[in-house]
C-alpha cells in the first residue's frame, strides 16, 4: 500500500507504533534543540514550533541517510588540508587506487582489466552508462533501488526482468548488490552474470549498500560487468560532498578530465585510511540486536535496518518507492542507534525501559 497524508488520521495504530511515534518526537524535540543529530537535506530544517515538529516527527524514520557516528563527526570536524597542495598533487590518482582496492578487496572481487577512476556521483555514472547505451533496452529488478519512475526521469524506459533469462542481446542490465529492496544479494546473481557473459550485454553494478553489510563478497571478475560505481555517502555523512569512484573497463581522457573533484578524492583517500569498510557494521550490530530484540523485528543482512510488520509501514524506509512496488517491509534504525543514550535515559525516566513487543 502507498501511503499518502490522507491516511495518516485513520491509521490503525499498535502499541509498536506508538511507542515509535513517541521516540520520534523526543527525537525531533532534541534535533530542534541542537542535542541530537540530523540529516542535511532540505526537510531536515525544522521551525520552533509544534506543527513543524509534528511533521517531522510522522516521517523519521523514513529518510535513510548515513549515521551520524561520533567518532567519523570528530574527523570531519576537525578535517584539516592544504587546498592547494592537493590541487597540485600528482599522485593523489595512484594513491586512491591504492587505497580503494584495499579498502574493498574483502567484498568485491574484480576483473583486473577494470580501471579505477574518481566519478562525481553515482546518478552521473549511470547517465553516462545508459547513454552509452541508449540503443539497449534497460533492464531492472522490480526491488532495484534505480527504479522505473527514476530512469524515466533520465528519458531511459526501464523493464523488469524476474529470472535472469529474462534478458535478451539487446539488453543493458543496472542492478543494486545488495537489491535495495531486500538489502540481500540474490541467490541467482551469479547466474545472471554468466547468462549476460554469454549473450554480450553489459551490466551497471551499484555498490552503494555494500558497506553496511554483515555479510558482503560479490565476484566482479565477470566479462559482461561494464561499470562497478563505489560511494561512500551512504555510509559516512559526506554525501552532500558528491564523492566517489567507479571501476570501468574502458576509459578515455573524456572519463578522466572531467570526473576528477581533487578535494572530494583526498576526502575519500583519508576516510578510508581512518575507517575500515567494516566500521559501521562491526560498531553498530550490538545496536541493531538490541532494537530488534525490543521492537521484536527481524534483522536485516544491513546493520542500519531491519524487517517490520505490517504495522509500521507508515514508517516504511522504502514509502518513496512505493509505486515502483519495492519491498515496504523495511524499517531504518538509524535515529534510534544515534540517540541511543537519550532514549535509554528517558525510558528510564518514564518507566518504560523494559517495555518490549
Known sequence: MEYTEKHWNNLKRSSRFDYLLELAF???????????????????????????IYGKAKHLYCDTRAIRDIEVLKFLKEYDIDFYDVHQDLGQQKALEDIASAWTSKHITLNKHMHLIPMASTQSALIEFLMKNNHRQARIHKEEYWNKSQLAHFNCKAEYYIDPKDIGPNDAVVVTLPLHGTFEVPTWI???????????????????????????????????????????????????????FKYTKNINNFDTNYSTNKIGTQLLIDLMNKFPADYIVQKYKPLQDFWCGTLGLRPTNSVHNCFCGDDLLWYSE???????????????????????ELITKYLIRTNQDRQSF
Request: proline content about 5%; aromatic content about 12%; glycine content about 6%.
Open 190 to 244: 551469479n547466474e545472471m552474470f554468466i547468462h549476460c557473459s554469454k549473450i554480450g550485454v553489459p551490466v551497471f553494478v551499484d555498490c552503494c549498500w555494500a558497506w553496511l553489510q554483515h555479510d558482503f563478497n560479490v565476484n566482479l571478475e565477470y566479462e559482461c560487468i561494464d561499470t562497478v560505481t563505489c560511494t561512500l555517502g551512504k555510509l559516512f555523512p559526506i554525501e552532500g560532498f558528491r564523492c566517489g
Open 26 to 52: 523526543l527525537i525531533t524535540n532534541a534535533q530542534n534543540q541542537g542535542k541530537a543529530p540530523r540529516g542535511e537535506r532540505p526537510w531536515d530544517r525544522l521551525d520552533d514550533n509544534f506543527s513543524s
Open 318 to 340: 522504502h514509502r518513496a518507492l512505493a509505486q515502483d512496488g519495492v519491498n515496504q517491509n523495511v524499517f531504518c534504525l538509524i535515529p534510534l542507534f544515534e540517540n541511543h
